[in-house]
């Protein structure tokens, strides 16, 4: 509401009280009070206009009855009483409807404070993808499922004996030496077999799985690993592998051939080539060394295949009578004479390379989401 000293309008006392003056006075009071409701703002002022229109004291609804009732000749009091009586409900409900409307406007004012612009394009979260080694894990493995393979894993600190004892790792095999392997401190009250060590491959987790599984076994197993390596462009401390193994009875050579030749083509197209080379690992017997043909040059030779048209990928064999011995202390149905297997193994990072010509192996690991969002 303005300041009072604009309001102008005061109740006239009246001294003609024939119709069209009485018609005359309402009409600006009406007036009055119209534009004062109008210029109520806010509560305060709505208390303020209430209490000047229908203050008992001295409102200008009791002013009316002092200055125009009291003051009306006995001829025109019946007149004006009607016009009097007939007021009060109306500026009530003036008083009212003013009120309505500011509250109305205070929570039409809040609205407006608090409008929430649901078309703004707000915060868009970036949605997370396979990373390009576990997409490259996740195919290899998915290769293998489809020959009836399933998936088992094993912890990542290790101990000796299922790292190396239990996979016929000579005791001064190089690979127990400090300079490969990454042991976990304060061990040496431990016995040997007993102490423990990040896994370097994934190999331990064939012997756990057949001593909780009897033969036939046809597994997969993919994870992290780790080396006491230097990093340079093919090496890192960390890199995982997809290792396999099959046992059964008569699981021979050509099995393990089949299997593979199938899973390189169901990995790198139809048209590659696989050959195998003699090899050593101390849990197979024979081991060999599988080259796919160059899936660069399609063999020609060039540069990425040092023109020889092939390329190594992974490590095989039958596995070792004496791995099946270990794995024959919990689960006597291992039994050399009777059963037979292969298993292999490759480094998953060394794969994704290839598919993706990554030519450094610790883009991997960099976490640059310039590089990891190429592979979304
Ligand atoms: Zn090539």
Known sequence: MESCSELSYTVPKLTDFSTSALDGAVRELFSALEQESAAVASENDWKAFRDRWMARKNGILTQLNDLWLKAAPGANKRDVGQRVNDLKPKVEQAVDATLARIQSGASSGKLAAERLDVTLPGIRRTLGAEHP??????????????????????????????????LNFPPNHPARDTQDTLFIAWQESKPLRDRLLLRTHTSPV????????????????????????????????????????????????????????????????????????????????PSADVQISCIFCGGKGCRKCKQSGWIELLGCGMVDPAVFAFAAEKQPAYDAKQISGFAFGMGVERIAMMKYGISEIGQFFAGDMRFLGQFA
């Not at 780790?226 to 009875?249: C, K, M, Y």
């Open 133 to 166: 080694v576990i997409k490259t894990m996740n195919e290899i493995i998915g290769g293998f499922r489809n020959l009836g393979y399933s998936v088992e894993e094993g912890p990542e600190i290790e101990t000796d004996y299922y790292n190396f004892e239990a």
């Open 206 to 285: 064939q012997i756990r799985t057949m001593q909780k599984m009897k033969p036939p076994v046809r597994v997969v197993c993919p994870g992290k690993v780790h080396r006491n390596d230097a990093p340079d462009a093919t090496h890192s401390p960390i890199f995982h592998q997809v290792e396999g193994l099959a046992v059964d009875t008569n699981i021979t050579f050509c099995d393990l051939k089949g299997t593979l030749d199938h899973a390189m083509k169901a990995l790198f197209g139809s048209s590659v080539k696989t050959r195998f080379y003699p090899s050593f690992f101390p849990f197979t017997e």
